[in-house]
């Protein structure tokens, strides 16, 4: 996923691409690593969006459980919402690059949730 491109989001095409790379490495009995860089979802794609973290999990669900293959999930920054909450933190093992931003939710949006400011060295550096 490139953060590039409305901050790496994970749309519907993209959900599917990484499902197929999942199911295709289980029919092939090779394990998959995977390198991340995601705001998370696609929220403007809606439900298809979100789906496709229950999609992906489920493919990786058969992955390692049933086929019993590795999965590497190697998280860079930042790395945060629907991937930090699916697939990214499904790996066998994972890594992350030193000093990475990994959350599910971002300083905005915590923020706006609980009303009130966090304090300002949020990042933890």
């Known amino acids: 996923m490139d953060f590039k491109f409305m901050g790496g989001s994970m749309g519907s095409v993209v959900g599917e691409k990484i499902t197929r790379l999942i199911e295709r490495a289980t029919a ?28 992906i999990a489920s493919a990786l669900y058969i992955h390692q459980k049933d086929k019993k ?13 629907g991937v930090t909450a699916s697939f990214g933190m499904l790996g066998d093992i994972i890594i992350a690059e030193p000093k990475a931003y990994i959350a599910f939710a971002g300083k905005r949006v915590i923020e706006q949730t609980l009303g009130q400011k966090v304090i300002e060295d949020f990042s933890g550096d």
């Open 28 to 55: 092939e009995s090779l394990p998959v690593i995977m390198v991340c860089a995601s705001g998370g979802a696609r929220m403007q794609e809606g439900s298809f969006s979100l789906m496709q973290m229950a999609k």
């Open 69 to 81: 293959l590795l999965y590497i999930s190697i998280l860079t920054s930042p790395t945060t919402g």
